[in-house]
């Protein structure tokens, strides 16, 4: 078991043939996440274990009016992306999806032009459990990963048997990985190759922030000063009467909202003159538009769903050289509340924005470029990768045990849910 913290170095090698496996073996993620959503932890770690790794990133599917089919495509990053087209998506189960989507998968990794011999006995990774009855040990997989960025069964329209789902992917799962230190603690217990690795960072993306000739969007340089801002998913994980108590306490000042809506309506956000809800941006816009924030916000709830996170956002915020404020989130008292001024009331939270628009440390500022600096994607992937790897040598003397499109048997779980989106 790991220790604590990661270190965030390479784990030993265990054997020689690890060299060989580091350079050709395949990597078919599940996701619940789109790939052309916000640019986050899959986005980031895949995108660089494509490099030498072929990566098949599969999603969940979406709506089509003609036949299944498979929407099969390659990213910038070069990773191959499936997205599986199925009539009335929504109404069928995650099951019944599977049943529809799993040969169709079968037959493009044995014949699509894109797909085909890329990936022979590849490792599964999965980000949600849902999935794992019916994928787990297909493809000729000769392991598994299960990377656990978040507690989805805290989340609001969760499935009903997603806590029965992962028990069964940490049962076959050969490594586990954690997006926050509360979620190691938590599935640690659980699987005894376990690894906390918490957010890290694009450090010169966003220092981009920090230079003179970054230009503000036009959008956000025309509202009046100071400029409050978050960007990330705007979901169940938000403060929403937080959000709308610094509206009235700056009555001068612009606060501003950017990110996606998921699981919450337009209707539902707070509306105040001198609040502005952008909607989504594209990651490579990010760093221009935080070099517009006198103070960078994460007004997140106290909630059952924010009880794991570790939101990947401090660390661009404090790339971009911002003062950073933050409600009382587990992961970050214990890792940033050094460099991030963390409230534990609403009161609090209005009166430490106060005192960082009256004046910011550069000491602080200096301290939390630094701790970007020393938390790279890169350094990540590498350890990472080498714990993949040490976990899969006693796999693949199975392969000729479980041989190519073999249909492993599904455990008995209940059917009939809901995707989970």
């Known amino acids: 078991m790991s220790p604590p913290l990661d270190s965030g170095q390479p784990a030993r090698s265990s054997s020689a043939a690890n060299t060989t496996l580091a350079s050709n073996v395949p990597i078919i993620v599940h996701s619940h996440l789109r790939w ?29 009016s003609a036949h299944p089919a498979l929407d099969v495509s390659l990213t910038p990053e070069g990773v191959h992306r499936v997205v599986p087209l199925l009539p009335n998506a929504g109404s069928l189960s995650t099951d019944a999806q599977c049943v529809i989507v799993l040969p169709l998968l079968e037959a493009a990794l044995l014949a699509d032009p894109m797909l085909a011999r890329r990936f022979e006995s590849p490792v599964q990774w999965f980000y949600s459990p849902m999935t794992a009855p019916h994928y787990y040990g297909r493809f000729g997989s000769i392991g598994t990963v299960y990377d656990c960025m978040d507690e989805l069964s805290n989340f609001r329209f969760a499935p009903p048997d997603i806590v029965e789902r992962e028990k069964l992917l940490l049962s076959k799962a050969d490594v586990v990985f954690t997006g926050g230190y509360e979620l190691y603690r938590s599935k640690s217990a659980l699987h005894g190759n376990t690894h906390f690795f918490g957010c890290g960072v694009d450090a010169d993306h966003f220092a981009r922030a920090r230079a003179e000739s970054t230009v503000v969007p036009a959008e956000v340089a025309a509202l009046p000063r100071p400029v409050l801002g978050y960007f990330g998913v705007v979901d169940e994980r938000l403060d929403y009467e937080l959000i709308l108590r610094l509206a009235h306490a700056f009555p001068a000042a612009s606060i501003v909202m950017v990110g996606p809506l998921a699981k919450v309506r337009q209707e539902d956000l707070p509306v105040a003159s001198n609040i502005h809800w952008l909607g989504p941006r594209k990651y490579a816009d990010l760093p221009s538009l935080v070099k517009a924030f006198d103070v960078c916000l994460m007004p997140f709830a106290i909630n059952a769903a924010t009880q794991y996170i570790n939101p990947t956002k401090t660390l661009e915020y404090l790339a971009a050289g911002k003062p950073v404020v933050s409600t009382a989130v587990a992961d970050v008292v214990r890792q940033f509340s050094d460099v991030v001024d963390v409230a534990d009331s609403v009161e609090t939270y209005v009166s430490r924005v106060q005192r960082l628009l009256d004046n910011v440390d550069p000491g602080r500022i200096a301290a939390g470029i630094a701790r970007a600096r020393a938390a790279s994607w890169d350094s990540t992937v590498r350890a990472m990768r080498d714990h993949m790897l040490n976990a899969l040598p006693h796999k693949r003397a199975s392969l000729d045990v479980v041989p190519w499109m073999r249909t492993p048997a599904i455990p008995a779980i209940t059917t009939g849910i809901e995707a989970h989106g």
């Open 36 to 64: 052309d959503f916000v640019w986050q932890r899959p986005q980031q770690l895949l995108s660089r274990f494509a490099v030498d790794h072929p990566v098949l990133f599969v999603e969940e599917p979406k709506e089509t």
